[in-house]
Nanobody
């Protein structure tokens, strides 16, 4: 079993950048495919990005070209670099782990979740 803790959220102006971190404990992140999801008030949780164990990456169309997911297995940490942030990116961002080699777009295919970190982008 793995425990996930996100950090790095905050308040940023439109056009700015943030880097979210997801630190894993209990079991190394290298054993999992990882994903980032987000949930804005009144909206459903939505897929943002995923990275497989071999570092194949996939992104939601809304963040493609602006966000980058990466993993550092030695540090058991996954990152989400977010550039050119827009007010529409405001949400709670969640890190998730999937006991599979490949990543997934579907939140119900992830077994482990962090508590979330708030990202607020002001216009």
């Amino acid at each position: 079993q793995v425990q996930l803790v996100e950090s790095g959220g905050g308040l940023v102006q439109a056009g700015g950048s943030l880097r979210l971190s997801c630190a894993a404990s209990g079991r190394t992140v290298s054993s999992y495919a990882m994903g980032w999801f987000r949930q804005a008030p009144g909206k459903e949780r939505e897929f943002v990005a995923t990275i497989s164990r071999s570092r194949n990456t996939y992104y939601a169309d809304s963040v493609k070209g602006r966000f980058t997911i990466s993993r550092d297995n030695a540090r058991s940490t996954v990152y989400l670099q977010m550039n050119s942030l827009e007010p529409e990116d405001t949400a709670v961002y969640y890190c998730a782990a999937r006991t599979s080699y490949s990543g997934s777009y579907y939140f119900n295919e992830y077994s482990y979740w962090g508590q979330g970190t708030q990202v607020t982008v002001s216009s």
